[in-house]
């Protein structure tokens, strides 16, 4: 059974930070591509960031020079760092992991900036 779990949401004022982290279990870390997502209400859920198994990384423009996404491949977890944060990054955060021919996401975090 492959469980990814995220925490570190909460409520920041304009111009803060906070740390999401995922813990997965299973067999999915190793190897897998690990992603952020975000889904605003109303919107579609969209790509934040991902990192490989290397180590590379790609981000949504928007999160460019704010967001920092990184793993910890040793405690099989993956964080991203926010800051800078604005009321539109207001989302409820997901992440993925993908190692094919598997696809697992976890059940999201909320993340609230107010302005």
């Known amino acids: 059974q492959v469980q990814l779990v995220e925490s570190g949401g909460g409520l920041v004022q304009a111009g803060g930070s906070l740390r999401l982290s995922c813990a997965a279990s299973?067999?999915?870390?190793?190897?897998?591509?690990m992603g952020w997502y975000c889904q605003a209400p109303g919107k579609q859920r969209e790509l934040v960031a991902a990192i490989t198994s290397g180590g590379h990384t790609n981000y949504a423009d928007s999160m460019k020079g704010r967001f920092t996404i990184s793993r910890d491949n040793a405690k099989n977890t993956v964080y991203l760092q926010m800051n800078s944060l604005k009321p539109e990054d207001t989302a409820v955060y997901y992440c993925r992991g993908t190692r094919t021919p598997y696809d697992y996401w976890g059940q999201g975090t909320q993340v609230t900036v107010s302005s």
């Open positions: 299973g067999s999915i870390f190793r190897n897998a591509v």
